[in-house]
């Protein structure tokens, strides 16, 4: 059932470097045509540093570890995508449905494919006020044996809430040249993390030796965005804040919340957190290419 495109099964056999990438951004998270434009270019970023890309979503109940480019089309344009996340899988696949992946449900799907590293945007986490609300992404890195590449969580959640709960169910958090948790549109948080790494081969022993002593779940590493990109973070909280105010006033809840707080977002920074959220994507591919290859050396 689980359908491997073959550039990315040979390179899975011959041990090279492969990177996961998730769909919703491109369904769910950018407005169409920069949607496509973006998926293409973390490809090709992976690509340039070496590796093999394998975005992964669910086709016609089928689902891909890998896509064509027409179906990177398919999913940027596609009226009839579902937004899918671990639960979502059986269902989507049961009814021949098609549907992008989250964190959560990549992670799964990738992970059953042999892939050891996934570059992302933000991860989930636990919800401002609403310490029971906690994205599915943090039981999947709690889990799932992956290397989970990001800008930290999506600044409009509970950073320190999900740093606990990270930490209560044993995944590490790796700072990629920081010593604090980056907060998403801000390179800060005031947080540390468990442990500073600076190379790809520091990330790569790290996750060797969990492996080794029979440690299950992910490993998160988390990136700044580059500093050109970097929201001031009171800029934005303050945004933040306005958007999750007006979120609450239109009765915007559940799954809802993080589309409707990040476009609004957009909205009030005039598409300067859009334009931070692709740096960060960019950036984060092109570590996770680079992690994935220190770690098939190795």
Known sequence: MLYVENEVAEALTAGRS???????????GLAYPVNLQTARELEEIVRHEGGVPATVAILDGQPRIGLKDVDLERLARGPDICKVSRRDIPIVVAFGLNGATTVAATMHLAHRAGIRVFATGGIGGVHRGQPFDVSADLPELAQTSMIVVCAGAKSLLDLSLTMEWL?????????????????????????????????????????????????????????????????????????????????????????MVTPFVLAEVARQTKGRSVQANLALLRNNARVAARIAGSLSKV
């Not at 492969?18 to 769910?28: G, K, N, P, Y």
């Not at 995944?171 to 920081?178: D, I, K, Q």
Request: aromatic share 6%; hydrophobic share 45%.
């Open 18 to 28: 492969v990177v996961a990438l998730e769909s919703t951004l491109i369904s769910h």
């Open 167 to 255: 930490e209560t169910h044993g995944v590490p958090v790796l700072g990629y040249g920081t010593d604090e948790f980056p907060a998403f549109y801000s390179r800060i948080s005031g947080l540390p993390v468990d442990a500073r790494v600076d190379t790809p081969t520091d990330v790569a022993r790290i996750w060797l030796a969990k492996q080794e002593m029979g440690l299950k779940g992910g490993l998160l590493v988390a990136v700044p965005v580059p500093p050109e990109a970097e929201f001031v973070a009171s800029e934005a909280e303050l945004a933040i804040e306005g958007a999750l105010d007006k979120a609450s006033a239109r009765g915007v809840s559940g799954k």
